[in-house]
T-cell receptor, first 111, second 114 residues
Framework: QQQVKQSPQSLIVQKGGIPIINCAYE??????FPWYQQFPGKGPALLIA?????SEKKEGRFTISFNKSAKQFSLHIMDSQPGDSATYFC??????????FGTGTSLTVIP | GAGVSQSPRYKVAKRGQDVALRCDPI?????LFWYQQALGQGPEFLTYFQNEAQLDKSGLPSDRFFAERPEGSVSTLKIQRTQQEDSAVYLC????????????FGQGTRLTVV
């Protein structure tokens, strides 16, 4: 059973566009929701994370929107660049236990 | 060190061979995780240590998989009698403390069983 459901599987946007990646979860015990960026041949790199007591968090061009009642959260990338082309994973954890990862979104930003 | 270091980066094993994968976490990080990532998939949890204590090994797929962290820093994931289905990237992550906090991943070890 997939604890965190992620969509879309792939996404293509023009440079400057705002790709949005969505994730949904069921376990209300989750208290930490990070997003990771992964380039081919590299390990996942932490991008931004949010806790359920806030509805939005911004770091640079990356924004997480969090809807606790709907049990959904999303990543927005402002002014996307070709260098943002990578696979993005959402994740969730509770009380520092294992992270449950989504299945990933392959983002391509066309120059 | 500056980041999580894993070795070897690549490992080719013949079916039935035993392998050992090493993880050097960020200095001072209490928590250490092992994940398995199949091609095109998200990382799947294998096991979790807090210092030297293995608190959760529920993700280990079989008794052929064994992990240890005897002194609370370096960890080794051992796979005995490797099978083709063990082929994957094995990722190690560490975080400063317990609780839901930032976890930093190494580059992984790509294991190919032939």
């Amino acid at each position: 059973q997939q604890q965190v459901k992620q969509s879309p599987q792939s996404l293509i946007v023009q440079k400057g566009g705002i790709p949005i990646i969505n994730c949904a979860y069921e376990n209300t015990a989750f208290d930490y929701f990070p997003w990771y960026q992964q380039f081919p041949g590299k390990g996942p790199a932490l991008l931004i994370a949010i806790r359920p007591d806030v509805s939005e968090k911004k770091e640079g061009r990356f924004t997480i929107s969090f809807n606790k009642s709907a049990k959904q959260f999303s990543l927005h990338i402002m002014d996307s660049q070709p260098g943002d082309s990578a696979t993005y994973f959402c994740a969730a954890s509770s009380a520092g236990n294992q992270f449950y990862f989504g299945t990933g979104t392959s983002l391509t930003v066309i120059p | 060190g500056a980041g999580v270091s894993q070795s070897p980066r690549y490992k080719v094993a013949k079916r039935g061979q035993d392998v050992a994968l090493r993880c050097d976490p960020i200095s001072g990080h209490v928590s250490l995780f092992w994940y398995q990532q199949a091609l095109g998939q998200g990382p799947e949890f294998l096991t979790y240590f807090q210092n030297e204590a293995q608190l959760d090994k529920s993700g280990l797929p079989s008794d052929r998989f064994f992990a240890e962290r005897p002194e609370g820093s370096v960890s080794t994931l051992k796979i005995q009698r490797t099978q083709q289905e063990d082929s994957a990237v094995y990722l190690c992550a560490s975080s400063l403390k317990g609780g839901s906090t930032e976890a930093f991943f190494g580059q992984g070890t790509r294991l190919t069983v032939v």
